[in-house]
């Protein structure tokens, strides 16, 4: 169904995120909801400079430039987001967007209070992943501010379990739309296998198992990260590189690729943890350190295995392993569930236990025979389900659904309600800050050093009786 048959003019669709890096399947959504269903879309995003302007310019994707610099994490960065919220929501007003989605936490805590003030018709949420339902405080902000939305659109089936266990009503919560890749870009007919055992000089017989990601830093304590990344690399590279010493007992020609650059300067210092943790394993001919390569698609076509053995997910990498008919080994977190079924299209394995992850490597090293069955059979579950054609249409579907349901009568960026809303909102933003930064930020560190200056106040015991001090 076209966005022209439903409405007199074709519906303005607008997509936020707070980047100008990654973010290329916000860029193919709005080329396919252009090209494929004729709706007028555009972009917000934080600069006009970076490989996410240059996508959208090739595409002739019009986009707009907000201040995304108000972080609810931070004392300082709160106290920036009104300004930002009303910029956008001025900029929201003047273009009269039918339909405002936001992409990821970051995005949504700017975009979500903007398009409410300026009365957008349609406001959606695109839930990236897990992550923040499962952290206390981004789980806790979601709760109070969802209904600010139309409706929240789940990426995986997790995400949607989690929206409905803090509380948000079924009716505000949208049917799950995967982020869906271009199939084009996966076709295993016409991409050749990298030559990567040619390029290292290792026999052609040679089991190779791949793994691309960042190196992320290690996550913080607290109540911004869920409590089961505490202090660990969210990517799962250190459970991959201890699983590699389980699997080289029995495989000891195999080769693990960890294909990836580091993110930022504290993914510095993470990755040079795991190099160092690969020395004291006596890995250094197993685990290799590619840094950044540009073909990942050829990677995943000459390895024997694609790892992802992320702690915290939505559904990574898997598509495109799949995709390029990779036998696959994931953990059992977030969307990974949904596209790796276990013993169907891959193996699933314990998050956090390299001895696990080790187990689901051998299965598929004993039998390649089996991996590539699982491979080609997620290969078709990706086609079925997975692919940028369908989350197109479901996005489609979806915008069509809720304007017809908005009406003619109601077609928003009413002044008075903007007006209305932006006094409310000033209150409800009060309450917020208060609570963050109460509740999340001073509390638990004052609380700390209260904790701590107790502990070292020289408490003297009382004498038991009859004893006598001296």
Known sequence: ?????????????????????GGTW??????ELRDKHGFEVAAVISGNQGPLVDKLRSA?????????????????????LPLGVLRLAQLLRRERFDVVQTHVFKSMILGRPAAWIADAPVRLAMIAGPFHLEAESSAWIERVTHWMDTQNIPTCQKSRELLLKIGIAEKRIAPVIY????PGNFNVDQIPPARIREEYDWPETTAVICHIAYFYPRMVGGRWTPESVHGRGIKGHEELVRAAAI?????PDV????????????????LAEIKELVKELKLESTVIFTGFRNDPNQLLRAADISVQPSLNENCGGTVEALLMESPTVATRVGGLIDTVRDNETGILVEPGDPEDLARGILELLRDPGRGKALAQAGRQL????????????????????LSERVGPRRRGYNPLVSLVRTAV??????????????????????????????KAFPFRARPAPGEHQA
């Open 425 to 454: 909102g000033g209150p409800i933003f009060l309450w917020l800050s208060f609570r963050v930064i109460v509740l999340d930020l001073y509390f638990p560190i004052y609380w700390r050093v209260l904790v701590n200056k107790l």
């Open 179 to 182: 982020y869906g890749p271009d």
């Open 60 to 80: 002739d994707i019009p986009f707009h430039v907000a201040d995304f610099e108000g972080d609810p994490a931070a004392p300082a960065g709160i106290f920036k």
């Open 1 to 21: 169904m076209s966005a022209s048959n439903n409405h007199e003019r074709r519906l303005r669709v607008c997509h936020v995120f707070a980047n100008t890096e």
């Open 247 to 251: 699997v080289v007992r029995e495989f």
């Open 382 to 401: 990706m086609l079925e389900k997975f692919t940028l054609a369908h989350t197109a249409n479901d996005l489609a579907t979806l915008y069509n659904s």
């Open 26 to 31: 916000m860029y193919e959504q709005l080329r």
């Open 255 to 270: 080769k693990f690729l960890l294909v990836g650059r580091a993110f930022g300067d504290r993914g510095e210092v993470y």
